[in-house]
């Protein structure tokens, strides 16, 4: 079985890719809000991805 | 005179639902990630959903994490986490199964990208969860 290595961000970027496009589908009722929904909850992992790296790396000094 | 209920909450659902009607969708949810939908005939929700579970556990697999065991921990939160994370590699369904038959088994160490590889199984399981939700919405009449 190969063995992969990704980053940080790769590996966040897939779980925020994979997840944002089951909640949008699991979610809401109609085509456009499932799509909305989803964009804006990749979105959201997006920024909270960058924004706690941003936080952990000047907490660390 | 019997009165005539009707249900004025929105999206609820008409009041006999047979079993047959959401039980084996979503059991084949459950089974095989994306079946339930394709049941319903909710083919392109089906795909994304088989596409992104099936990508999530194959991805934990391939940064090899580990798969949680229904054992008692040392403590009580560490017990929770087992039987939780058991539970949620479960919910992957026929992956889950087919891994363990094959004899997939990765013992806990250190590591970002081990430690992704769990959470991704476990992920896989949970979103596998809301899938089946989603099917037995749908064919309940809760939602289309």
């Given at each position: 079985?190969?063995?992969?290595?990704?980053?940080?961000?790769?590996?966040?970027?897939?779980?925020?890719?994979?997840?944002?496009?089951?909640?949008?589908?699991?979610?809401?009722?109609t085509?456009?809000?499932?799509?909305?929904?989803?964009?804006?909850?990749?979105?959201?992992?997006?920024?909270?991805?960058?924004?706690?790296?941003?936080?952990?790396r000047?907490?660390?000094? | 005179?019997?009165?005539?209920?009707?249900?004025?909450?929105?999206?609820?659902?008409?009041?006999d639902?047979?079993?047959?009607?959401?039980?084996?969708?979503?059991?084949?949810?459950?089974?095989?990630?994306?079946?339930?939908?394709?049941?319903?005939k909710?083919?392109?929700?089906?795909?994304?959903?088989?596409?992104?579970?099936?990508?999530?556990?194959?991805?934990?697999?391939?940064?090899?994490?580990?798969?949680?065991?229904?054992?008692?921990?040392?403590?009580?939160?560490?017990?929770?986490?087992?039987?939780?994370?058991?539970?949620?590699?479960?919910?992957?369904?026929a992956?889950?199964?087919?891994?363990?038959?094959?004899?997939y088994?990765?013992?806990?160490?250190?590591?970002?990208?081990?430690?992704?590889?769990?959470?991704?199984?476990?992920?896989?399981?949970?979103?596998?969860?809301l899938?089946?939700?989603?099917v037995?919405?749908?064919?309940?009449?809760?939602?289309?």
């Amino acid at each position: 079985m190969p063995k992969i290595n990704l980053s940080h961000f790769e590996a966040a970027f897939l779980f925020s890719l994979f997840t944002s496009i089951v909640m949008g589908i699991t979610s809401k009722n109609t085509q456009d809000e499932r799509l909305k929904y989803g964009a804006q909850c990749f979105v959201y992992f997006i920024v909270a991805l960058f924004g706690i790296g941003w936080a952990m790396r000047l907490g660390h000094g | 005179m019997a009165a005539q209920t009707t249900s004025t909450v929105p999206g609820a659902a008409p009041a006999d639902v047979p079993l047959t009607a959401w039980l084996w969708p979503v059991v084949a949810a459950w089974l095989a990630p994306g079946a339930g939908h394709f049941l319903l005939k909710r083919n392109g929700r089906g795909v994304l959903i088989c596409v992104s579970v099936v990508a999530m556990f194959f991805l934990g697999l391939f940064m090899r994490g580990v798969m949680f065991t229904p054992e008692k921990g040392a403590d009580y939160l560490t017990s929770v986490i087992n039987y939780g994370g058991f539970a949620a590699n479960l919910s992957a369904g026929a992956l889950y199964l087919l891994a363990s038959m094959f004899g997939y088994s990765q013992i806990d160490m250190a590591g970002a990208v081990h430690d992704y590889g769990t959470k991704f199984l476990v992920t896989a399981g949970l979103l596998n969860v809301l899938a089946m939700v989603d099917v037995w919405e749908i064919a309940t009449g809760r939602k289309d």
